[in-house]
């Protein structure tokens, strides 16, 4: 996807060599000439970074700067400067500009700028334990190479977000990532989805469909929940591995792909490999490198510092406490759902709390609320979708019309009590992954 880009500059020519500039180096590049028409285009569209001279008529580049931050706190800030204008550069960073650079720059100086600013916003990994920055530096070390990584861990713990950051940190970065569910389609969608087909290849195939193990081409494929993919589809993908190439379906032809591909998965493959679940060989070409992330509850000094990402990230860039005895129930609870639940939690208690400090009560009124009815029912509603899983051995499809729901709804439910964390145990979560 295209990062939005909002350049701001009084400088008719600045403005437009600068459109031409990053619109060729594949970004979407929207242009104000003040801080107060900037104003008016952040407030009309979603951007994902903003490039500001500073000396400008009505509202400079400093001013639009503290509003910003004020108003989008997530959203960074470069600073254009003539030299000179700028005394004490390390004042505007406080002001919180992401970073500033200097007139005249080089083109390689603004892209490297930019590709750190984007990153702030896409995917930070918060990692105070030794358990996470294990997993880091393993997927560092990954990243240098092109072999199929395997990211396992429970629901939520962050396996999207490492998978990502592999991909940002190799040298394919600059072509796309492209995530793909493996439980989110029926088996021939999936395929067609994946591999792609030729036009007139079936009824229907009015034009050709690229897939996206082509898409990705240069980059990497994200194949989420792998183990929901279907015994036939498996043989297909365990042949793209060995041969790297795919069958674009009616094509005659094989074609050559250079594809890096992660795999993720929240249940246990070793044991639906033993219960002959998943392909042995397929298993052991994915698991060439396999990084696990422990669940929150393992690594608890992540907790105060995802705390207040996530407090910042939702907070609406007002400044939102929180009591030290909120804090300690925050560290001491289950997080079966982990880091998406705490972000859940936060977010609410955030609204909850009126934007101030977030105590015990509003943390209560949602234990509360898991506890009461509406949380018992959730939980007895899970625990009928669980039995009717473990009878139609986790076929979801089968599962949904034993119980007379569509399977789109029953995925939905399953996702809205990972959210909710309202979840199984351990042993048994498998059968709702
Ligand atoms: N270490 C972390 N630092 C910051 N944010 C995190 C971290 N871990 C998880 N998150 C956030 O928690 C949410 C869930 O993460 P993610 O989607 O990567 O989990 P997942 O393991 O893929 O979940 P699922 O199994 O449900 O697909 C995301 O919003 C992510 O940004
Ligand atoms: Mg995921």
């Known amino acids: 996807m295209k990062a939005n880009v909002l350049v701001i500059d009084d400088d008719y020519h600045m403005r437009i060599a600068l459109k031409e500039s990053l619109t060729k180096t594949g970004y979407s590049v929207s242009l104000a000439e003040d801080g107060l028409k900037a104003i008016n285009e952040i407030s009309k569209r979603i951007f994902d970074i903003v490039i500001t001279d500073v000396k400008m008529p009505h509202l400079n580049g400093i001013e639009l700067l503290k509003h910003i931050r004020k108003e989008n706190p997530l959203l960074p800030v470069i600073l254009v400067t003539a030299y000179g204008t700028i005394q004490d550069a390390v004042s505007v960073i406080k002001e919180g500009a992401f970073d500033y650079i200097q007139k ?173 679940k998943f392909r042995e060989d397929l298993y052991y070409r994915l698991n060439v490198f396999p990084i696990y992330i422990p669940p929150l509850r393992e690594r608890k000094e992540d907790i ?62 949602m234990q509360f609320d898991r506890d009461s009815s509406t949380g018992s029912i959730k939980e007895m509603e899970m625990k009928l979708i669980l039995d009717a899983l473990k009878v139609c051995n986790g076929n979801k499809t089968r599962a949904a019309a034993m119980l007379g729901k569509t399977t789109r709804t029953l995925r939905n439910k399953i996702k809205e009590y990972k959210d909710m964390g309202v979840l199984p145990n351990m042993e048994e979560q498998q059968w709702m992954s």
């Not at 939102?320 to 705490?342: C, H, T």
Request: net charge positive; hydrophobic share 40%.
């Open 104 to 276: 005249p720059f080089s083109a390689d100086t603004l892209y490297n700028t930019i590709k750190r600013a984007l990153g702030i916003n896409n995917g930070k990994i918060i990692c105070a334990s030794k358990a996470m920055k294990d997993v880091l530096i393993k997927a560092e070390k990954v990243a240098k190479s092109d072999v199929t990584v395997l990211v396992c861990g429970d629901s939520g713990v962050g396996k999207e977000l490492v998978s990502r950051y592999i991909h940002d940190n190799s040298d394919r970065s600059k072509n796309p990532f492209v995530p793909v569910n493996c439980a989110s389609l029926p088996e021939n969608l999936l395929e067609s989805e994946l591999f792609g087909y030729e036009k007139g290849s079936f009824t229907g195939a009015s034009a050709r469909k690229m897939g996206k193990f082509e898409i990705a081409n240069g980059g990497t494929i994200l194949l989420d929940e792998i183990t929901e993919m279907d015994f036939r589809l498996q043989a297909k993908l365990l042949r793209v591995l060995q041969e790297k190439e795919i069958e674009v379906i009616g094509s005659k032809y094989p074609k050559k792909i250079d594809t890096k591909v992660i795999a993720t998965t929240n249940r246990n493959i070793l044991k639906m490999v033993e219960e002959g």
């Open 304 to 365: 105060p510092e995802l705390v207040a990402y996530f407090l910042r990230k939702h907070s609406k860039g007002m400044d939102v406490g929180i009591s030290d005895e909120a804090m300690n129930f925050l560290m001491e609870n289950k997080w079966k759902g982990n880091a998406r639940e705490l972000e859940n939690v936060i977010a609410r208690a955030c609204i909850l709390s009126g934007y101030s400090v977030i105590k015990m009560t509003h943390l209560q009124e």
